[in-house]
C-alpha cells in the first residue's frame, strides 16, 4: 500500500497538549492521568509534553475503548500486544476476543435496559392514573363544600 508524502508527514508530527485536548474534547487531566498509567508515552521538551502521532492513535483507541466499556487495564493489555512483533496477530486474536466478549455483555444489557424501561413505563402509567384519580376526587370534593 502506497503511503502518500502527507500520510507520512502526518506520522512525523508532534501534537500539543492543547491540540489533543480539543481534537477529542478531554481535559488535560485526562491525558496526564492516561501517560501515569502507562497508557500514552509523550516526549518532553522542559515541561511540554510532546505527543505523537502513536500517542494520538492511541489516544484515540483508548477513548472508543471506553465509550463500549473496557476498562482501561483491559484496554492497556490490547495496546500492548501491538508491540510484541508477530504482525498484530495476537493483538488481533485478543483484541476480536475481547471485542466479542464485550458485545455479548452489552446486548445482554440491552435486553436487561429495555426491560427495565418497560417495568418503568408501566409504573409511572400506574402511578399518574393513581395520582389523576386522587386529584380529580379531591377537586370534585373542593367544588362540593
Known amino acids: 500500500m502506497a503511503v ?5 508527514e502526518n506520522r512525523d508530527r508532534t501534537y500539543s497538549i492543547t491540540e489533543l485536548c480539543k481534537e477529542f474534547e478531554v481535559t488535560p487531566r485526562t491525558l496526564r492521568f492516561y501517560e501515569q498509567k502507562g497508557l500514552l508515552s509523550p ?15 492511541r489516544l484515540k483507541l483508548i477513548l472508543r475503548g471506553k465509550k463500549v466499556g473496557f476498562s482501561l487495564e483491559e484496554i492497556k493489555e490490547l495496546l500492548d500486544l501491538y ?12 483484541a476480536s476476543t475481547k471485542m466479542r466478549e464485550r458485545l455479548e455483555a452489552l ?3 440491552r ?11 408501566r409504573t409511572v402509567e400506574i402511578v399518574d392514573g393513581m395520582l389523576k384519580a386522587r386529584t380529580e376526587g379531591g377537586a370534585a370534593k373542593a367544588k362540593a363544600s
Do not use: C, P
Request: glycine share 6%; aromatic share 6%; charged share 35%.
Open 111 to 121: 435486553v436487561e435496559l429495555d426491560e427495565a424501561i418497560l417495568d418503568l413505563q
Open 107 to 109: 446486548q445482554i444489557q
Open 83 to 94: 508491540s510484541l512483533r508477530d504482525g498484530q496477530l495476537t493483538q488481533l486474536r485478543v
Open 4 to 8: 502518500n508524502k502527507g500520510e507520512h
Open 43 to 57: 516526549a518532553r521538551r522542559g515541561w511540554t509534553r510532546l505527543f505523537s502521532y502513536r500517542d494520538r492513535a
